[in-house]
């Protein structure tokens, strides 16, 4: 019975349908869209200022503080045991949702859904770590795909609950909780991973593959962040030396890590194109987690939940659909995205803007419904395109990498706007001018890309015009080259008959040139 439970695990279908489940549960949560209403109405009895102002600040804070040591540490330890820890944030999270009072409380409970979105990384790690690659591809897929399938059948089921069978907001919060506690439950069949990305590599003496050198053969030239260790052996010659130091002193493992991804980092951002997408992906994502953050506090305001009939579910469901419609159809657009791909960012981000800007001034909330699709359908077009673009040229490890890095300059980006814009102890403005401010960052960041695109279209035509310039000047100096040769030639041959070219034979050496004067028929054959 052993022996078939684990060669039951050693493959990658039980490990994907374990975490598929897991993801499917983690992500049936019918309570979120309906969060803000739940905190204003009358079983929290909180202020829109305080769950704006004081509440909401506080998940922001959390993430950015724990992002950077949870990236680590999950791949250290493995992803299971944060998956684990993931869980049980979330079980406490719905538990004060449901149980507990007061700001303090609601601040406790932002921090630890900070937590869980920290440890999120781990869900889509860990399967690279039990699966050969063969699999990535239809897994990541699988992973992706039951996510999305849970937020939309979450929402609808909210939307439902709430508008046909009347049911408040804390069964729904407790359905929540019994959905996290299944996907708690399911993480403890996960088998345990082998390996990991960084710190339990196969071969951990072998570095990463950097930008355009993905694959490469073993006699090819290398960058020298790209080499392996002059130090490695294989396996089956034993340990040398210097791995049995490093064995005595793990320590020194984990900082030659460290510094081989610093420098990893470092020849990925050197690379231009990989530069400008991910800073389009740190300022727009940014703006992007800040109005998801504040959306239904902009909805609460426009048509409150105590006096309105609120359709915060279904508005999430419909923008979970269209999002997925729109990174599908990615696949199917044949565009040139080196030279026209910052001009979609530019175009696709002042759309954003214009969407932000019909939310802040109109005051029906049909609009300001409409305005969220059209923001996040664009979002996530871009984002997948981005994905793409930055990931196409990495290794799995370096794009892991990069990803993790943009988000927390997105973070950091995020928290300024937070103390600055909506923390109560900074400017702490109302949810309707914060708006105003998203959609003029988002403005911002169309302008430089939409700059940046024109100025480099411009550029690209200027040098086509220039090549056909250059290459026209050459054919014509060769025609003309060619010409003066059987002048020459022609001139030669008369002299040879004992004539002397005089000025009409000359003037008349063009006409031969091009067929339409003819001379003696003696001196053509000798020419």
């Known amino acids: 019975m052993g022996c078939w439970k684990q060669e039951k695990s050693n493959t990658w279908t039980f490990p994907t349908l374990i975490l598929c489940l897991y993801g499917f549960f983690y992500m049936m949560k019918p309570s979120e869209p309906f969060l803000t209403p739940y905190l204003t109405g009358p079983d929290k009895n909180l202020t829109i200022d305080e769950v704006t102002n004081q509440i909401f600040p506080v998940w922001t804070y959390s993430y950015l503080a724990l992002l950077f040591p949870v990236f680590l540490i999950t791949d250290y330890v493995r992803y299971k045991p944060i998956l684990l820890l993931q869980g049980i944030s979330f079980i406490i999270t719905w538990l004060l949702l449901l149980f507990a009072h007061g700001v303090a409380a609601m601040q406790v409970v932002e921090f630890f859904y900070g937590m869980v979105t920290a440890t999120e990384v781990a869900y889509y790690a860990y399967i690279y770590s039990v699966v050969s690659a063969d699999h990535y591809q239809r897994v990541t897929s699988y992973c992706r795909s039951i996510t999305l399938v849970a937020a939309t059948v979450a929402a609808v089921l909210g939307q439902l609950l709430v508008s046909l069978a009347d049911v408040s907001y804390f069964y729904l919060n407790a359905i929540t909780l ?78 030659r890590v460290l510094v081989q991804l610093s420098k990893d980092l470092r020849d990925c951002y050197s690379s231009r194109k ?86 802040h001034f109109t005051t029906n909330i049909w609009a300001c419904y409409a ?126 008959y004992g004539l002397r070219p005089e000025k009409y034979i000359v003037e008349k050496l063009d006409l031969f040139c091009t067929g339409k004067f003819q001379i003696n028929t003696n001196i053509q054959e000798d020419l």
């Open 274 to 359: 990989l530069l400008y997408w991910s800073l389009w992906w740190a300022l727009a994502t940014a703006g992007f987690n800040q109005v998801l953050n504040y959306i239904q506090v902009l909805w609460d305001f426009k048509a409150p939940s105590h006096s309105s009939a609120v359709y915060n579910g279904a508005v999430e469901a419909i923008a979970t659909f269209l999002s997925s419609v729109t990174s599908f159809v990615v696949q199917y657009m044949k565009i040139n995205w080196d030279l026209f791909g910052e001009l979609a960012l530019g175009t696709f981000s002042a759309i954003d803007a214009g969407s932000l800007f019909l939310m």
């Open 178 to 255: 019994a959905s996290v506690s299944l996907a708690f439950v399911c993480s403890f069949f996960l088998p345990m991973p082998q390996k990991s990305m960084f710190f339990h590599r196969k071969d951990v003496s072998e570095t990463l593959p950097g930008p355009d050198k993905v694959v490469a053969t073993a006699g090819s030239d290398r960058p020298s962040s790209c080499q392996e260790d002059k130090g490695s052996v294989s396996a089956d010659r034993g340990p040398t030396p210097e791995h049995q130091a490093d064995n005595a002193k793990p320590q020194n493992h984990v900082l």
């Open 371 to 496: 305005g969220y699709l059209i923001f996040k359908a664009c979002y996530m077009l871009l984002i997948t395109i981005a994905t793409f673009q930055i990931a196409v040229n990495l290794s799995m490890e370096r794009y892991a990498l990069m990803f993790g890095f943009n988000n927390f300059i997105a973070l950091v980006i995020q928290t300024i706007l937070t103390v600055v814009v909506v923390d109560s102890k900074g400017l702490g403005l109302d949810i309707v001018t914060q708006f105003l401010i998203y959609s003029s960052y988002f403005a911002v960041i169309a302008g430089i890309f939409l700059i940046r695109s024109i100025c480099m279209l411009v550029s690209s035509k200027c040098k086509r015009i220039l090549a056909r310039s250059c290459n026209e000047h050459l054919n014509h100096a060769e025609h003309e080259s060619k010409e003066q040769i059987e002048k020459k030639k022609i001139i030669k041959g008369i002299e040879l």
